[in-house]
């Protein structure tokens, strides 16, 4: 019986080396146990041959030769029994050995049914082959998983039980600015998610690293499973921010709709009202303040109506229709409609995109009227210059479309894409709610945060560089 490889899932498995069998020190091995035995059982064998020397009286030179091939013999015969009996079991213990250490390529050959030997070696046959499609069942199953876990646009992370994290997908990478290669190990703590940690299952969070923490809400599924008998903590963590945000568009948008139905009802009688009582005047009443009283109901009755018109256009926003357009070409249009300021263009590798131009147009001329407006506030720096810049960068496969200002920066995070809010006189609260409906309609994000270095604020424009599915 003798052992050769089988097939293995890894076709270059290296040589592992065979660990021999313990030895006692109180007894003898099994091989010296066996041939000693076996050696004994010739003594009646050389008993009856020097009892037949002395019988017939042979010389003592033929009786040492009769001797001398007797033991010879019966060794040589003593080495093949035992050959027979100790190679399987030598092949089966690589078997073993080879299952103990993971490979599952041998296999012991030769054997056969109705036989003591070859029933056990057709056993450990059958084990290692079982083995073997578990392993390859296992490595595939954790090939699937490596997979989905790749694939998933939801962050998932694992910790042991003193915090530290086992595991982190891409996409928690790409939400908590992290690399799995240098951060695998280290406590949250370190990586500033010790907040994780104690959320409970069902709470919402807000990622404070990479995540625009104005607008990211994620929901937090949380679990745990075992890993070699130790208990570790699996979280989930879904982005709600979207659905959170057609809620609330949903919710304004019905509210602006009872709200103009209400105030149209009214608006139209006021003005067609004063109107008619306009055209009553006398000459003599021309220039009266019942005159210019008429021509004021009449004015902000149409202003009303224009700013209820404004808010109906943010919530009927058509579906974006898609074309390549170059990145360059569509900045120098925006920035060329600001005469306020000369917007700065920094050094950017133009860049084309499938994007809806006109909309994409409306969100960056809205993105750079704040800016400039926020650069020209009273409250901004006295010793600046006042300073827009506008640029962009290719970050995997989408485009960040920068807008910098050194204006007084951002008081009041938590309220920047309410509808209504508006902190600038004559303001409408509409534009960076306008411009974060176009990006997300083109599978893209607005995101507003301080500069760090010098006052001012950057907005940010992320959108796909290919055109996303469904658009």
Known sequence: MASEPQPSPNPVAPQRKRLPLGRSRRRLSFELQLRIWLSLMGLPVLILCLGLCRRYEAPWSVTLIWTIVAVVGWSICVSIFLEQIVRPLQTLANVVAALREDDYSFRARGARRNDAMGDLALEVNALAGMLQAQRASALEAMALVERVMEAMQSPVL??????????????????????????????????????????NDGELVSPGSHANPQTDRWFVKRTSFRLRGVQHSLLMLSDVSAALREEERQAWERLIRVLGHEINNSLTPIKSIAGSLRGRLTPADTGGDFERGLAVIEDRAESLNRFLQAYRQLMGLPVPKLAPISLADLMERVIHLETRLRVQMLDSKDQTIYVDADQIQQALINLVRNATEAALHQDAPHQAVPLVQAGWQTVGDEVVISILDNGPGLSNESNLFVPFYTTKPGGTGIGLVLAQQIAEAHRGKVRLINQLERSGCIAELRLPISPGEGL
Request: glycine letters at 10%.
């Open 158 to 199: 694992a910790f042991d039980p003193v915090g530290r994290l086992q595991l982190l997908n891409p996409a928690g990478e790409h939400v908590f600015g992290l690399r799995s290669v240098t951060s695998i190990g280290k406590s949250a703590s370190e990586l500033k998610l010790d907040y994780l940690l104690s959320t």
